[in-house]
């Protein structure tokens, strides 16, 4: 019975893994389409304070996502992910029972000292199979783009009914519901899996950061999420005053524009994906984020404003998703754990810059000072982009080269073309073989991916 009881366990992980995800980025979505209207409920409410309690769980994260990593290599995985959820839990509860901005940014910034995204993935490794690897992570980015749509349209709707302290207190059930199926189901794994495709190598974090084409990237999901954060400090007084929408009527509204922006995006990302030509789908995005912030501020008609609008979280699915994607694929072998930290980080400090900065610049100069700014910062991240090229389709196989099959076959690879890069770990037994789908020859392809195993 304990064996049949740890093997269904198992099985679950991925699953617990994908609801811990979600109901962390569900707490911390549902506060951003409401926060800007609640002037009323808290002291020392104005626009800048605003910002920097919108961003604040962006900073802790930010600063701790890399700690938290290291410390769950150190002290076991299930340590770590409870002490998150309990930070997580504990700053939900301060936030609920805030009546100042000041107790609201420290509750928000307890909310996000439980950095445990990088943890709960390299639990994920620890505890899944090379080849089950990828749809466990796709299970988790399901679970997120879920939780971001459930956030934008249960905010609203629980503010209108309940008021928005029910929010941070919903948010902290989920928290208590997370630690309860920690318990449940996840059991320390007995040894850390060390994957350089989803673990942190501290050696290589410097090269990674200055790298050319990644450091783009870098940039783009900063600036990407450094614009939603200065979008939303405008845009629900944007819906409701200016555009005479009842609050009862914003659920329905942000339910339409994202639902219907991912709906628009799908097909055009999958077409171009799928033709290798992201280059084209790239600046198409950036240059319409660039024109929609110098435009909003300008529009007098009701559909033209609804219409930017929709492209913008048109552009935001888009990116959101295409991003994550390109920094996997342009990741060198065997540092795909440690890109996709950066590329993290990267992510949570755009979101405290556009709380911060956001702020200051709608307090001293206006809402169209800050969509100017934001529309001068969108064009220099089209110009940048014109440097992108498309990229090509890689995979990642592990192989063990201390058998000799295995060994030689790396010796006729190493100099074909499609083979993009090589690393070997442990003292020379394993290799991370980096290669084109399509460059690769097809004989070469096959007996790499039989005798291999697909990483990440």
Known sequence: MITSRKSINKKLVPLVISFIFGFRMLGLFMIIPVLALQDDIYSNFNPFSLGIALGAYGFTQGILQIPFGIMSDKFGRKRLIYLGLVLFTIGSI???????????????????????????????????????????????????????????????????????KRIFELTASLGIISILLVGAVIDEPKSITKNLELDIELTSIKSLVFDTKLSHLYLSIFMLHLSLMSFFLILPVMLTEDLEHSQQMLPIIYLL????????????????????????????????????????????????????????????????????????????????????????????????????????????????????????????????????????????????????????LLKIISKKDGIEDILFTNNNAIAYVKFSRSKLDKKIFDDLTYLGDFDG
């Open 94 to 164: 301060v936030a609920a029972t805030a009546v100042s901005m000041e107790q609201l940014i420290l509750g928000r910034a307890i909310q996000g000292s439980g950095a445990i995204s990088g943890t709960l993935l390299a639990l994920l490794a620890d505890t899944t199979g090379e080849r089950n690897r990828s749809s466990a992570m796709a299970l988790v980015g399901m679970f997120i783009g879920i939780a971001f749509l459930l956030g934008m349209t249960l905010g609203p709707l629980i503010t209108e009914f309940y008021g928005m």
């Open 257 to 408: 524009l994202i639902g219907g922006g991912f709906l628009f995006m799908l097909p055009a990302m999958i077409f171009y994906e799928k033709r290798g030509m992201q280059r084209p789908l790239f600046l198409a995005s950036t240059i319409s984020f660039a024109a929609i912030m110098f435009l909003i501020p300008y529009l007098s008609s009701y559909g033209l404003i609804i219409t930017a609008i929709f492209i913008y979280f048109s552009v935001f699915n888009l990116l959101e998703a295409l991003l994550p994607s390109l920094a996997s694929k342009l990741s060198p072998a065997g540092k795909r754990g440690s890109v996709l930290s950066i590329f993290s980080t990267s992510q949570f400090f755009g979101t405290f810059c556009g709380g911060l900065f956001g702020g200051y610049f709608l307090q001293n100069f206006g809402t169209e000072m800050l969509m100017s700014i934001l529309g001068c910062l969108g064009l220099l991240w089209f110009l940048l982009s014109l440097r992108f090229q498309n990229i090509d389709s890689f995979v990642t196989v592990v192989l063990d080269v201390r058998s000799k099959k295995n060994k030689d």
